[in-house]
């Protein structure tokens, strides 16, 4: 494994609702990352928009898009949401939620920790509501969650056919 490269300074974490170029960024990478094969950019456009952009402020503080911005420019993004999709028959969980969802790092801003500090601050939002506990998916991030005190709790498929672990913790340790 390779070490880590040098910390980050001027990191700010913000919602996305807050940055119309952070909200962009987070739109985009959720779309290559994870959209391409399952919705036409269009569509993946229109359901970020109302999901992320025009959506009132829930009392549990979802859903929300948190984009990290270093030195002012949009470097990672990790949401909160109802439902993460993984749904009949594939959800082994049914009714969890919420879902930590689209954690994503730009490739010149890997391994230095964004992803657990936005993971951090998707609990940080959970607990200031009394949230109990949170659920997500991944196909191949393990350690890092586990890291962070996510346990696995089920295998499962998404509707692309793609292996993931479910993984679970309470909000507040």
């Known amino acids: 494994m390779e070490g880590r490269s040098e910390a980050l300074t001027l990191v700010e974490i913000i919602d996305a609702r807050d940055n119309q170029g952070a909200a962009m960024a987070a739109r985009d990478w959720g779309y290559a990352q994870w959209g391409a094969g399952n919705l036409a950019r269009t569509e993946h456009a229109a359901w970020f928009q109302q999901t992320f952009l025009k959506s009132p402020m829930l009392e549990a503080a979802v859903p929300v898009c ?7 420019a949009p470097a990672a993004t990790a949401c909160l949401v109802g439902d993460d999709g993984l749904g009949p028959p594939y959800d082994p969980i049914a009714g969890a939620t919420p879902w930590i969802a689209s954690v ?32 997500l998916y991944t196909p191949d991030q393990q350690r890092l969650y586990a890291n962070l005190g996510f346990e696995a709790v089920a295998l499962a498929r998404t509707r692309q056919g793609e292996e993931v672990t479910v993984m679970w913790r309470r909000v507040s340790p």
């Open 66 to 72: 948190l984009v990290a911005l270093v030195e002012g």
């Open 104 to 135: 994503y790092t730009a490739p010149a801003f890997r391994r230095r920790g964004l992803a657990a500090h936005l993971v951090r601050a998707c609990l940080d939002r959970l607990a200031a509501v009394s949230v109990d506990q949170v659920y």
